[in-house]
């Protein structure tokens, strides 16, 4: 009888024992995952925003330089990252999220404006479903770049902020070159783009502005 409560106790203590372990290898991995996609997604806005961070900076350095050059406000249900210049006090800029769906699944980006909200400083996009070698190209630098200084207006009847054209010549100042083979993802990523940019030109900056 001893011999046998013996065996259960030794059993119940052997499993509570790797059943903790594992529950503390779990929540280890788990904080660990939450605070790598923090640290990835605070990358993505110093790039968008144009503050220097070598790509291959570790998390510490980059958590320093994040929380020493952006704030992030909450306007209307959306959260805005306010870039600083090195003194701190002035603004270099505007970023927030982008995103909609996109030809095989939702896509998602960062985009930031000029303090004026003028023009596009920066785009990214981190997270997709697309094709690689076709869709997948719109997180190419190529692509994301010709952005930059994108003149910004709210959008009136018919017009767009921007285009996506097939690749060529002779196009206006804010016609762009489309990712050849990969039409879906292009019109996708033209009519939520112009959306997001419409939306926080009518919505939130409308409210930064009033303070």
Do not use: C
Not at 84 to 90: F, N, P, T
Not at 152 to 161: C, Q, S, V
Not at 180 to 197: C, H, I, M, W, Y
Request: proline content about 5%.
């Amino acid at each position: 009888m001893k011999k046998r409560l013996y065996s259960i106790v030794f059993m119940f203590a052997l499993t509570f024992v790797f059943a903790a372990a594992v529950s503390a290898v779990k929540s280890y991995n788990e904080e660990r995952i939450q605070t790598n996609q923090q640290v990835k997604l605070q990358r993505i806005i110093l790039m968008v925003l144009g503050v220097p961070v070598h790509e291959k900076a570790p998390n510490q350095e980059v958590v320093r330089v994040y929380q020493r050059r952006v704030r992030s406000m909450d306007v209307k249900g959306r959260t805005l990252y306010v870039g600083y210049a090195e003194d701190g006090r002035s603004i270099t800029g505007y970023a927030f999220a982008v995103g909609g769906s996109g030809f095989w699944g939702p896509v998602y980006g960062m985009v930031s404006v000029d303090p004026e909200a003028s023009r596009i400083l920066g785009l990214a996009f981190y997270r997709h479903s697309e094709t690689p070698g076709l869709g997948a190209r719109i997180t190419e630098p190529w692509f994301v770049k010709q952005f930059a200084g994108l003149p910004l207006f709210p959008i009136e009847g018919d017009k767009k902020i921007f285009y996506l054209k097939p690749a060529g010549p002779g196009k206006g100042a804010n016609e762009l070159d489309a990712i050849t083979g990969a039409t879906g993802t292009s019109r996708a990523v033209e009519a939520f783009l112009n959306r997001d940019l419409d939306r926080f030109l009518r919505e939130t900056w409308n409210s930064v502005k009033r303070g």
